[in-house]
C-alpha cells in the first residue's frame, strides 16, 4: 500500500514543485477566497455591497501577495518594493481587464466568456511580470575592480586566491611586485 501511495505522490510532488502550478493553485484559491469574503460580508452580515466588494478584494490582494511572495517565488527581503510592483500590477489587470472585455465583447463574444479569455490571457502575463519583475531577487552587480565572467544573463564572480608555499614568507618586494594590475 505504501508503494502505490508513494508512486503516486512524488509526481504530484513533482508538480507542486513547479511555481506556475504554486502559481495557479494560489491565483484560483484567492479567488474563492474572495468569493466567499464577499459573500459572507453581503449576503451574511448585511454589509453594503461596494463596501464588502472593496474589503473582499482586500483581504484577497494581501493573502495572493503574501502565498505569492512566501510560496510561489520564495522571494526574501524587499517586501516594500515587492509590495509596490505588485499593487502596480494589479492596477494594469483592472485596465487591461475592463479594455479587453469591452474589446473581445465587440467581436459578439458573451461577456463571460470574454472574461475567461481575458482571465487566461492576464494569468500567461502575470506570472512572468510575477517571476521576472516583482519577486525577483536582486543580485549585486560585480564592481570594475572584481574579476567576473558573463553567463547569459548572469555574472558569475571570479576569486583569485593567493597560493603560499607552507615554510615560506613573502618578501616586502614580492608583494610590490604581485600587486600590479593583471
Not at 64 to 71: E, G, H, I, P
Not at 97 to 121: D, E, F, H, N, R
Amino acid at each position: 500500500m505504501t508503494t502505490v501511495s508513494t508512486a503516486l505522490a512524488d509526481p504530484l510532488l513533482r508538480l507542486l514543485r513547479q511555481p506556475s502550478v504554486r502559481y495557479l493553485i494560489i491565483g484560483q484559491s484567492c479567488f474563492l477566497l474572495d468569493a466567499s469574503v464577499l459573500y459572507a460580508l453581503h449576503s451574511l452580515a448585511g454589509l453594503e455591497l461596494r463596501t464588502a466588494t472593496a474589503a473582499a478584494f482586500g483581504v484577497a490582494f494581501a493573502v495572493n501577495f503574501l502565498l505569492t511572495r512566501s510560496w510561489v517565488f520564495r522571494a526574501h527581503g524587499l517586501i516594500g518594493l515587492h509590495m509596490l510592483r505588485y499593487a502596480c500590477l494589479v492596477g494594469l489587470n483592472l485596465g487591461l481587464t475592463v479594455l479587453l472585455i469591452a474589446k473581445i465583447t465587440g467581436w459578439g463574444v458573451p461577456y463571460l466568456g470574454a472574461k475567461v479569455l481575458c482571465s487566461v490571457a492576464l494569468f500567461v502575463v502575470n506570472y512572468a511580470l510575477s517571476r521576472y519583475w516583482i519577486f525577483r531577487e536582486a543580485r549585486p552587480k560585480p564592481s570594475a575592480r572584481e574579476p567576473h565572467v558573463v553567463i547569459g544573463r548572469r555574472w558569475v564572480q571570479l576569486r583569485r586566491q593567493r597560493c603560499q608555499v607552507p615554510g615560506r614568507r613573502r618578501s616586502a618586494s614580492s608583494s610590490t611586485r604581485n600587486a600590479r594590475p593583471r
